[in-house]
C-alpha cells in the first residue's frame, strides 16, 4: 500500500519501518498526541473521561493480546484471567503488604507475566487450537484459585486497593486517572509499536506464518513463543493493576469468561496483527456498546418482554452478530479498510 | 459413598459424553470445534420449555417440534455463516463459534429473562435404593436416555451409508469429495446432529437443574474437557472422556471438596486436561498429526 500519491522511495529499512513518513503526518501525530493528552482532559466532562479510561485500560491489554495473538499467532482465550491476575496482584500489594502503587504496578505487571509465562508451556509441545484451551483453562483456573483464596483475595467478596497518589496527592477524579491511564496508553502502544519492528517482532510474525518453518531461519520457536506469552500477560498485568486502582474494589465479577471473549472480538474488529488496528477494535466495539446501554432501554419499551434482559442480552447479542460479519466480510479488520480508505484519499480523484 | 459417588459419576458422565459426542461429530467432519455448544444446549432447554409451558403443546409434540427447530437451526447455522468462513484460518472457526455463543446467550437473555424456570413433570419422581446408593427414576431415566442415543449414533456411524459417508468426510475431504459425498451437505448433516444431542442434552439438563442459561451451559461445556481428553476426532473418546469427566468430577465434589473449600469440582476437569495436553497432546484416542513443511 502506497505511503504517497507518487510511490515509495525508502532507502533504508529505518525509513520504511517509520511511524511518520511525510512532514505532514509529524505534524498530524503531534496535534492528534497534543489533542489526546491535554485538551479532551480539559474540556471534557466526567462521564466523558470515564468512558475515556476505561477504553485506555482496554487498549493496554488488547494489544498485548494482539503481540500474542495478532503477531505470535498463539490464540489466548484467557486474557481476562490474566487482567484478573494484575488487578488482584496489585491490591493485594497495596492493600496487605502496605507498598506504594508505582512499585505494585510493574511488579503487579512482571508477576503475571510470569503467570502467563506458566500457561505458555504446553505450547512446547501442542499449538493452535490446543493452546487456546489451554488458556481457557487457565482462566478458570485462575479464577477457582481466586474466588478461594480466603483472606489473600477476599473471595468472592473482592478485595479493596489503594488508589495511586504522591505524597497528599491522591488520584481520586477521573481527570487524574485520564493522564495517568491514556499517558500510560501512549507509552505502552509506543513500546508495542517498536516492539513488533525489532528482530522480536520479525520472529514472532515468522512463527505465526509457518512455525515449522521458522526454526529453519534460526528461530528458536519455543522461547519466542513464551517470550510472547510474557509480554501478553504483562500487558494484561499493568491494565489489571490500573483497573484495580481506577475501581479501587476488584471482584471476580470484573473478570468474566465473556470478557476474554470480548478481546479476540476487538482484535478480529480492528485487524489482528496491527497494533493501531487494535486501538480501531477496542474503540469501535467500546463505542457500540455504550450505544447498546442507550439503546437497550428503548428496545425494552417498545418490546415489553424483552425489557428485564434488554441490555445485557442485545450487548451480547449485537457483539456476536458484529463479530460474525466481520469475519464474513472483513477478516482483516477496520484497519485494513482504513489503509484502503488513506491511500484512496491520497490518490484522489484518480480512481487507480 | 464410593458406590453412590460411582453411580452419580456415571451418570453425569453420561451426559457429559452425550455433549462430547454432538462436539466430536462437528470436529471430526469439519474441523471446527464448536464453542457454542453449551449457549445451544441452554438455547434448546429454552425453546423446549417455551414449546411445552408457553404453547402448551403435548409432549410428542413439543418432541417433533423441537426436532425440525434443530434441523432448520443447524442448516441455517451451516449454509447461513459457517460455509462462508470455509479455508479461512484458525481464528476465524474458533471465534466465529465463540460469536455463536454471544448471540444465543443473548437471545436468550433477551427472550427469557430472570430467574430458573421449570418443566412440568414428563418423568416420574421418585427414589429408591440399592445397597445403599440413593438413585432417582430422573436420573435413571437420564442414563438410559443418553445410552440409546450413543447407540443409535453408533449404529447410524457404523452401519448406514449415510454415517459411511459422514467418516469419509472426517477422513479426507477430498477423496471423500472424488468418491461422489457432498462434503459440505455432510457439514450441514453434522451439524444438525449436533443439535439434535444438544436439545436432548438440554432437556435433560434442564430437567435435572431447571432450565437457566448459566447452570444449564457451564454443565454442557464440560463437555470441552471431556472431548480433549477423549480425543478430539474419536466417538469412543467422546464416551470415555465423558465418564471420566463427570467420575473425576463427582470425585472432586465427594472427597477434595471437603479438603480444599467447594467448587473444586469445577476446576478438576480443567486441571486434568492441561496435565494431559502436556503429556498426551491428542487425548487418549485422538488421531496424531503429522505436519511437514
Known amino acids: 500500500m502506497s505511503k504517497r500519491p507518487s510511490g515509495n522511495f525508502e532507502t533504508s529499512y529505518a525509513q520504511d519501518i517509520a511511524i511518520c513518513h511525510t512532514g505532514f503526518q509529524q505534524v498530524v501525530m503531534a496535534l492528534f498526541l497534543v489533542c489526546l493528552l491535554i485538551i479532551v482532559p480539559l474540556v471534557s466532562s466526567p462521564y466523558i473521561l470515564s468512558v475515556f479510561n476505561i477504553i485506555g485500560i482496554t487498549i493496554i491489554a488488547a494489544i498485548g493480546l494482539n503481540i500474542l495473538t495478532g503477531y505470535a499467532g498463539q490464540i489466548n482465550l484467557g486474557q481476562a484471567g490474566f487482567i484478573a491476575v494484575g488487578a488482584y496482584m496489585c491490591a493485594i500489594m497495596t492493600t496487605h503488604l502496605h507498598l506504594s502503587f508505582w512499585l505494585a504496578l510493574p511488579l503487579a505487571a512482571i508477576i503475571t507475566g510470569l503467570v502467563g509465562t506458566l500457561f505458555a508451556l504446553p505450547s512446547l509441545r501442542v499449538k493452535g487450537f490446543y493452546i487456546a484451551v489451554t488458556t481457557l483453562a487457565a482462566h478458570m483456573i485462575i479464577m477457582w484459585l481466586i474466588t478461594h483464596g480466603g483472606n489473600v483475595t477476599g473471595g468472592v467478596e473482592g478485595l479493596a486497593a489503594d488508589p495511586p497518589r504522591f505524597g497528599d496527592f491522591i488520584f481520586n477524579t477521573e481527570q487524574h486517572y485520564y493522564f495517568l491511564i491514556i499517558g500510560l496508553t501512549v507509552l505502552l502502544t509506543y513500546a508495542a509499536k517498536n516492539l513488533v519492528r ?120 449485537t457483539f456476536g452478530v458484529i463479530i460474525i460479519i466481520f469475519l464474513i466480510f472483513e477478516p482483516r479488520g477496520l484497519w485494513h479498510r482504513w489503509q484502503i480508505a488513506l491511500s484512496s484519499m491520497r490518490i484522489w480523484p484518480f480512481p487507480y | 459413598m464410593i458406590l453412590q459417588l460411582a453411580i452419580t459419576g456415571l451418570m453425569v458422565g ?233 467420575i473425576f468430577e463427582t470425585i472432586g465434589a465427594g472427597f477434595i471438596d471437603p479438603l480444599v473449600g467447594g467448587g473444586f469440582a469445577d476446576v478438576f476437569p480443567y486441571i486434568a486436561m492441561i496435565a494431559l495436553i502436556i503429556f498426551k497432546p491428542y487425548g487418549l484416542f485422538g488421531y496424531e498429526k503429522i505436519e511437514r513443511v
Not at chain 1, 472480538?265 to 457500540?288: Q, R
Not at chain 2, 426436532?67 to 449454509?79: E, F, K, M, R, Y
Not at chain 2, 447407540?151 to 449415510?162: D, G, I, P, V
Open chain 2, 14 to 246: 453420561m451426559v457429559y459424553a452425550l455433549m462430547a459426542l454432538g462436539i466430536v461429530v462437528i470436529y471430526k467432519c469439519s474441523s471446527i470445534f464448536n464453542f457454542s455448544h453449551g449457549a445451544i444446549v441452554a438455547f434448546m432447554c429454552y425453546l423446549a420449555w417455551a414449546f411445552l409451558v408457553q404453547l402448551r403443546l403435548p409432549f410428542w409434540t413439543a418432541a417433533l417440534f423441537l426436532l425440525v427447530s434443530a434441523i432448520v437451526l443447524g442448516w441455517i447455522i451451516q449454509v447461513g455463516i459457517l460455509r462462508l468462513l470455509i479455508g479461512q484460518p484458525l481464528l476465524a472457526s474458533l471465534m466465529v463459534t465463540l460469536a455463536l455463543m454471544q448471540v444465543f446467550g443473548g437471545i436468550v437473555t433477551l427472550v427469557w429473562p430472570g430467574p430458573a424456570r421449570f418443566y412440568p413433570e414428563i418423568i416420574p419422581t421418585g427414589i429408591f435404593n440399592v445397597a445403599g446408593a440413593v438413585i432417582s427414576y430422573e436420573s435413571l431415566i437420564t442414563l438410559g436416555v443418553c445410552v440409546l442415543a450413543f447407540l443409535a449414533f453408533m449404529y447410524f456411524f457404523q452401519s448406514t451409508k449415510l454415517g459411511l459417508a459422514m467418516r469419509g468426510t472426517a477422513e479426507d475431504h477430498q477423496l471423500a469429495r472424488s468418491n461422489g459425498i457432498r462434503v459440505v451437505q455432510m457439514f450441514t448433516l453434522a451439524w444438525i446432529i449436533a443439535i439434535i444431542t444438544c436439545s436432548l442434552g438440554g432437556v435433560l439438563i434442564g430437567n435435572m437443574h431447571g432450565v437457566n442459561y448459566e447452570p444449564v451451559s457451564g454443565l454442557a461445556m464440560k463437555a470441552l474437557p471431556a472431548v480433549m481428553i477423549g480425543g478430539m476426532e474419536s466417538v469412543v473418546g467422546a464416551l470415555v472422556g465423558g465418564l471420566l469427566i463427570g
Open chain 1, 198 to 317: 525489532t528482530r522480536f517482532g520479525r520472529a514472532i510474525i515468522a512463527v505465526r506464518d509457518n512455525d515449522l518453518a521458522a526454526p529453519f531461519l534460526g528461530i528458536n520457536v519455543f522461547r519466542y513463543k513464551v517470550m510472547a506469552f510474557f509480554i501478553c500477560a504483562f500487558y494484561a498485568g499493568v491494565a489489571g493493576a490500573l483497573m484495580a486502582g481506577y475501581y479501587k474494589m476488584i471482584t471476580v465479577e470484573y473478570f468474566p469468561m465473556l470478557d476474554s471473549i470480548w478481546y479476540i472480538g476487538y482484535l478480529i474488529v480492528g485487524g489482528a496483527g496491527s497494533i493501531v488496528g487494535t486501538i480501531f477494535g477496542v474503540v469501535f466495539l467500546k463505542l457500540l456498546s455504550q450505544i447498546v446501554m442507550w439503546g437497550g432501554p428503548l428496545l425494552g419499551e417498545v418490546v415489553p418482554i424483552f425489557s428485564a434482559g434488554a441490555v445485557s442480552g442485545l450487548m451480547q447479542f
